[in-house]
């Protein structure tokens, strides 16, 4: 696997080599040894995956104590996925990163403690999946807006957004910076 830049420390874009012909294609999605070489944990205990819609905008989203690490990837369509530094003490605090993961490349980002996640499909629907470092535990479930004007992010606006009420009704990072767990 090919390690592709990322502006904000502590992200990893892995770019895996794809094996095609008229057939179709077979590509390795995660191998231990090779996420070890590249400072990803191997101690996954949940998977999840899930399907969404072209539009679907979920995020931003995050665990609070004691966090949860995803490696990300996605296995059918596209999306722009995107990450927000929230680790207190961090030069990039508040800032964020796009990158577009699509079923061709067979593209994945690491995400660890400490950064919020979301994605937008960009595809007719789009198959998400990631393995994650800790269990889901809703008592610790956090999220801030996906519009937050401080953090501005740039959502393409050939689409219309599809999200849920939670999602807009998360607070601004201002309103939560003082309290987030993670620091540098």
Known sequence: MQRLETRLD??????????????????ETFRA?????????????????????QGTLRGIHFQTHPGQGKLVRVSRGRVLDVVVDLRRGSSTFGEWEAVELEDVTGAMLWIPVGFGHGFLVLSEVADFVYKCTNYYDPATEA???????????EWP?????????????APLLRDIADSLPFTV
């Open 33 to 53: 040894d090779v996420a070890r070489e590249h400072g990803i944990p191997t101690d996954f205990v949940q998977d999840n995956h899930s399907r969404s819609r």
């Open 157 to 169: 606006g050939d689409v219309e957004l599809l999200y849920s009420q939670r999602d807009a009704e």
């Open 10 to 27: 502590g992200l990893v874009l892995l770019a895996p080599k794809v094996h095609g012909d008229e057939r179709g294609f077979f590509v």
């Open 143 to 153: 999220g801030i807006r996906f519009d937050d004007p401080d953090v501005g992010i």
